[in-house]
């Protein structure tokens, strides 16, 4: 492989100017499968947030920080559409869901019962989300704390890793997923499930109870459901997935 890119850490979606919405991805792993890779003369673009590991300045590396799942599916569309890459190692923990709007406890009983009194007649799907949408949106300046309760709507957010083969159907995708506490079976059937959904190649399968510092047992799948090999800790996964992305890019 001559060039790659990964992305790592985890996005952060925010609630208003000074709150926002994350998750506790730290992109160890994706700092580990990049100084790997660039160990061996591999050129490395890498997004990954402000607050997430990273490699060190050095040739070959290009690092690229974004805060949201917005910005991600830009930044990914614009690299994607500008290079070439022989893999996409997408290891990013995304945000599902992003604020929308908000309201005060006092806010949403008016608004609910401004509705129940037009219609007499229980809320549909429909009118709530039309009342959600008429709300005030987040994001736009501080949140009033002037509440003792505060209604938060989140809208969810498209699955950014599905650009990945829509732009760069050649290149060869790298996805992971992760679940909590459920069995081998059930998480190599919903890692399997995942990836044919985004036309990946390999999908690292790994659950939430086996990851504690540097111990992170993972599971690297291929396309046809085939275990590549699993590892115990964050160092041999990197290790796994580049020789298995080596091995597959001089088939």
């Known amino acids: 492989m001559k060039r790659i890119l990964i992305t790592a850490g985890g996005t952060s979606e925010k609630i208003d100017q000074v709150r926002s919405i994350t998750n506790h991805s730290t992109g160890k792993l994706g700092y580990l499968i990049a100084t790997k890779a660039l160990e061996q003369g591999i050129q490395v673009d ?3 947030t402000l607050s997430a590991s990273k490699p060190i300045t050095q040739e070959n590396l290009q690092i690229y920080l974004i805060e949201d799942t917005q910005q991600l599916a830009a930044q990914l569309t614009h690299l994607l559409e500008t290079n070439s890459y022989d893999a996409v190692i997408h290891s990013m923990a995304v945000s599902d869901f992003t604020p929308a709007t908000s309201y005060s406890i ?3 009983t008016e608004a609910l019962n ?11 799907t429909e009118q709530l989300v039309q009342l959600i949408e008429k709300s005030e949106a987040t994001n736009t300046s501080k949140i009033s704390s002037n509440t003792d309760y505060l209604f938060l709507t989140l809208k969810k957010n498209p699955k950014v890793i599905q650009l990945i083969k829509q732009i760069q159907p050649q290149t060869m995708l790298v996805s ?3 679940l909590v506490d459920v069995s081998k079976e059930e998480l190599f059937n919903v890692a399997m499930t995942s990836m044919k959904k985004n036309n990946g190649d390999f999908v690292l399968a790994n ?10 047992l993972g599971y690297l799948l291929d396309h046809k459901g085939n275990l590549v090999g699993e590892a115990t800790t964050k160092e041999q996964i990197a290790s796994l997935i580049l020789t298995a992305l ?3 890019g001089v088939e």
Do not use: W
């Open 106 to 108: 006092e806010a949403f």
């Open 246 to 248: 080596n091995t597959k």
């Open 207 to 216: 659950d939430l109870q086996s990851i504690q510092g540097d111990q992170h």
């Open 46 to 48: 890498y997004i990954t």
């Open 176 to 178: 992971f997923k992760l």
């Open 114 to 124: 401004h509705q129940l009194a037009q219609t007499n007649l229980p809320v549909t």
